[in-house]
């Protein structure tokens, strides 16, 4: 469901599974299922804050402040885009273009989905390059510039080219979401921090040629 993946005085870094939300969940029976903050808090017995969030198919990267004041410095560097994000995303669709930027507002669809507007009066800004994996699966990276929700899923869509297992938004059905929040680089009290977590998640994701593709991505 999650690994810790680094330890700080301020904070921890954890890598999500696909499938588990962020928060607590209650099913239609009632049931509660505990989200990744009360699983690791639980596990852990720390107080910890959640900085920024993840949708519940896609795995990777997590930061969690470990004392009021480190959240507050987090939660502004993400606020005002001084945290570095890159995600990876597999679709099998052949985009209209195979990088640059996409940009629009962010406007309600039905049943909770969004869609990408051509208008920028508050617009989610998305940067992504991709390498073709094999015949019919292309990796995708993305830079995303603003944290709208959907917003890489709704990128993606709007170039053709639908995130594997994302089905809400068109996507070919597969055995998880191919999200991945790949590499989180922020700095702290003036100490640098670079965070790289490969997927390791998904019959597609642990592809040789995938761990090759993602070499040849340049930096």
Same mark, same amino acid.
């Given at each position: 469901?999650?690994?810790?993946?680094?330890?700080?005085?301020?904070?921890?870094?954890?890598?999500?599974?696909?499938?588990?939300?962020?928060?607590?969940?209650?099913?239609?029976?009632?049931?509660?299922?505990?989200?990744?903050?009360?699983?690791?808090?639980?596990?852990?017995?720390?107080?910890?804050?959640?900085?920024?969030?993840?949708?519940?198919?896609?795995?990777?990267?997590?930061?969690?402040?470990?004392?009021?004041?480190?959240?507050?410095?987090?939660?502004?560097?993400?606020?005002?885009?001084?945290?570095?994000?890159?995600?990876?995303?597999?679709?099998?669709?052949?985009?209209?273009?195979?990088?640059?930027?996409?940009?629009?507002?962010?406007?309600? $669809?039905?049943?909770?989905? *969004?869609? +990408? #507007?051509?208008? !920028?009066?508050?617009? %989610?800004?998305?940067?992504?390059?991709?390498?073709?994996?094999?015949?019919?699966?292309?990796?995708?990276?993305?830079?995303?510039?603003?944290?709208?929700?959907?917003?890489?899923?709704?990128?993606?869509?709007?170039?053709?080219?639908?995130?594997?297992?994302?089905?809400?938004?068109?996507?070919?059905?597969?055995?998880? $979401?191919?999200?991945?929040? *790949?590499? +989180? #680089?922020?700095? !702290?009290?003036?100490? %640098?921090?670079?965070?790289?977590?490969?997927?390791?998640?998904?019959?597609?994701?642990?592809?040789?040629?995938?761990?090759?593709?993602?070499?040849?991505?340049?930096?």
């Amino acid at each position: 469901m999650y690994r810790i993946l680094a330890q700080h005085k301020d904070f921890m870094v954890i890598n999500k599974g696909p499938g588990l939300g962020m928060h607590d969940e209650t099913d239609e029976a009632g049931l509660l299922h505990p989200g990744l903050v009360s699983r690791v808090k639980a596990d852990t017995g720390l107080l910890l804050y959640p900085v920024h969030r993840l949708d519940k198919m896609t795995s990777g990267l997590v930061l969690l402040a470990r004392t009021t004041e480190a959240n507050r410095a987090l939660s502004m560097a993400f606020a005002a885009r001084e945290v570095s994000k890159q995600y990876l995303a597999l679709s099998d669709r052949k985009p209209k273009k195979k990088q640059g930027w996409v940009k629009g507002d962010m406007q309600k $669809g039905r049943g909770g989905s *969004w869609m +990408l #507007a051509r208008s !920028l009066d508050n617009p %989610a800004i998305s940067w992504f390059d991709s390498v073709s994996v094999r015949e019919g699966l292309r990796l995708y990276r993305i830079k995303p510039r603003t944290g709208k929700t959907h917003q890489i899923r709704v990128a993606l869509k709007s170039v053709g080219a639908p995130i594997l297992g994302d089905e809400r938004y068109g996507g070919t059905a597969a055995d998880r $979401g191919y999200l991945h929040a *790949w590499r +989180l #680089a922020f700095t !702290l009290a003036g100490e %640098a921090f670079d965070f790289v977590c490969p997927p390791d998640e998904g019959t597609l994701f642990v592809l040789p040629e995938l761990h090759a593709a993602i070499t040849g991505l340049a930096e």
